[in-house]
């Protein structure tokens, strides 16, 4: 499964350095070659010549070695490494390492090497439990999974502390299978597909400065563009008003408004497959719009209220008029989450569900994960544990592609 590939395995100082011996055998077994790259640290829990004898090739620690035993090197070995490896893997990754990463500190070889590359990078965190659940680790992993690091979620077990919790290394065989995956190319399954997204909030103007929105972030429906294009299809992203970079490979069509949303997908709907409204489009806007400021002072002191009018609904609308498109919608609920999904899938004459709640914690808008349930027409459900939303994007493609006809 990995002939042929380069994997550049950072190891850094943690107990389960020990398992990196195993890991290494298994890369090579799985036909890769192995630089492994440790941090001082690191050689404190296993040694160089374990690592250096399994994987065939010099461990490098030092950025500049002085009688380690480590040969002459050139100074620039950091960025030939980084421009050999075809994914670079910390494994385990400490928090110190992690942190190092995020903050783009290059203070050892293995800091130095993640800071020069080209390649994808890889981190399986790995530390006790209060370490790796401490908001300083979980905000450093949200730094890099936004940077489009792939992020390995450590086991739950027990700890070489004694203490029981999430922070174990999964097994070696594990963590192959999982970069096996990260090798590999996409499938092509919406090949000469068509795909409409949409994402993130409207803003519904109440004057030329004030607006009606809400906290959606985007991420998710900019995910879905991203693994679509990537698997193939030809993906038309229509974005309500975010700050996020088109993804590589998408056409994207900007909108403020449900309105002007409602215009942009009814353009494209005709020549797609696929409609997926991953947009929070508002249900509401205001009745009239003032084309000037609104002054405080025009207003009465006890307060007013702002009329609102409904907005079009654009997945009942695309319904009405679909001829073989697949119609996928997002149901965001807090409370009877499945009741209201299916409600929902069969007011809006939709083939797939997609349910999360945003009050769990790692779900919702603004996070990097989510925690979804898929629910289809037929009315079977599947639960995903939390994922990056990458993740969530392709499982929800995984369940549309066999919708196409
Ligand atoms: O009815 P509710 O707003 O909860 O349904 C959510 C789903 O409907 C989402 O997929 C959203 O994108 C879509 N929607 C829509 N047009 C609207 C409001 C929501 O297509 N005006």
Not at 42 to 50: G, K, N
């Amino acid at each position: 499964m990995l002939s042929g590939k380069h994997i550049l395995l950072g190891v850094s100082g943690g107990i389960a350095a020990y398992k990196s011996a195993l890991l290494v055998r298994e890369f090579v077994r799985a036909g890769a070659e192995v630089q492994v790259v440790m941090t001082p640290a690191a050689t404190r829990f296993i040694t160089p010549l374990t690592l250096g004898t399994l994987s065939r090739r010099n461990v490098i620690i030092e950025m500049f070695p002085s009688g380690s035993g480590e040969q002459e090197r050139q100074w620039t070995a950091h960025i030939d490494c980084a421009l050999w490896a075809h994914l670079m893997l910390v494994a385990p990754a400490t928090a110190d390492t992690l942190a190092g990463i995020a903050h783009g500190f290059a203070g050892t070889f293995l800091a130095a090497t993640a800071l020069a590359l080209r390649c994808p990078l890889a981190v399986a965190p790995s530390m006790d439990v209060d370490m790796y659940r401490h908001p300083a680790t979980q905000e450093n992993l949200g730094i890099l999974r936004r940077r489009g690091v792939h992020v390995l979620e450590p086991e739950e077990g027990e700890l070489a502390s004694g203490l029981v919790g999430a922070g174990r290394l999964p097994e070696p065989a594990v963590v192959c299978r999982w970069v096996e995956g990260l090798l590999a190319p996409p499938p092509q399954d919406f090949l000469g597909r068509h795909l409409l997204v949409t994402a993130g909030p409207t803003h519904e103007p109440i004057d030329p400065v004030r607006f009606i929105g809400n906290r959606s972030s985007g991420k998710t429906g900019f995910a879905l563009a991203a693994a679509a294009a990537e698997r193939g299809a030809h993906v038309t992203l229509i974005a309500g008003p975010v700050h996020l970079p088109t993804p590589p490979g998408v056409h994207r069509v900007d909108v403020t408004t449900g309105r002007e949303m409602y215009g942009a997908v009814m353009e494209a709907f005709p020549q797609s497959d696929a409609l997926i409204m991953s947009a929070a489009v508002a249900d509401f806007t205001p009745a009239e719009p003032s084309g000037r400021k609104i002054k405080k002072e025009a207003l009465p002191e006890e307060g007013y209220a702002l009329a609102l009018i409904q907005n079009p609904d654009i997945l009942k609308a695309a319904a009405r008029s679909r001829r073989r498109q697949v119609l996928v919608g997002f149901a965001l609920e807090t409370e009877n989450g499945l009741e209201n999904a299916r409600a929902k899938l069969s007011s809006k004459n939709l083939d797939l569900v997609v349910l999360n709640n945003p009050l769990e914690d790692g779900a919702g808008f603004g996070t990097d994960t989510n925690i979804v349930t898929l629910i289809s027409a037929g009315g079977n459900a599947i639960s995903l544990p939390k994922l990056p939303k990458a993740d969530v994007a392709h499982r929800i493609l995984d369940a549309v592609a066999p919708l196409i006809s």
